[in-house]
């Protein structure tokens, strides 16, 4: 050792500190491009630690200048215009929700624009027996807002029919009659 703070290193150190695998040392050493090492023993190889460092160092400036690597700009975030679904009770919230609840055709007739809180009142052909979608639909409140009136006893409890929960028309009617009735708005 010519350095005697020199010491030998293992396998597993020069491949930590040159960054290749056990397998790519072996094969540079048998290129010639790694340095071969000392035996140590019969199974046992290890390397000055200077001989790792030089090798290190030949690799560091045999590569040709090349500018620091920088981070690629973060992608163009894509803005787009959210369109919100129309809102029922209007002739086209009103035809989404009549295809939620299987109504085939909307009975308005020409040159005729009825109120909107009316529109609603114009299919006759809603389930008698509706599941939570169905009713959301009806009532024009989301799925959630439904379930919220339920839970705040604005609105029935379902009834299970074939394990699922229903809610009956008569009773969601009856529902909002008494709320309009208790608001001073009646039908």
Not at 119 to 148: G, H, K, N, V
Not at 167 to 186: P, T
Request: charged fraction near 30%; glycine fraction near 8%.
């Amino acid at each position: 050792m010519s350095n005697p703070k020199d010491h030998f290193i293992r396998i597993k150190e020069a491949q930590q500190r040159s960054g290749l695998s056990r397998s790519s040392i072996y094969k540079k050493i048998g290129e010639g491009t790694f340095p071969p090492g000392h035996r140590l023993g019969p199974r046992c190889r290890g390397w000055l630690n200077s001989e790792i460092q030089a090798w290190i160092d030949a690799q560091i400036g045999a590569a040709p200048d090349v500018e620091p690597w920088t981070p690629p700009p973060p992608p163009a975030r894509r803005v787009e215009e959210k369109k919100l679904p129309p809102l029922v009770p209007n002739e086209k919230g009103a035809e989404a929700a009549a295809k939620v609840a299987g109504v085939v055709g909307l009975a308005v007739t020409d040159g005729e624009a009825p109120p909107d809180r009316e529109i609603a009142l114009r299919f006759p052909d809603w389930p008698e027996m509706m599941r939570q979608r169905t009713a959301a639909a009806y009532l024009d409140l989301s799925e959630s807002a439904f379930i919220r009136e339920v839970y705040r006893g604005t609105l029935p409890d379902p009834v299970v029919l074939g394990g699922r929960q229903s809610w009956s028309r008569e009773e969601i009617d009856a529902a909002l009659a008494r709320l309009l009735k208790r608001e001073g708005r009646g039908r």
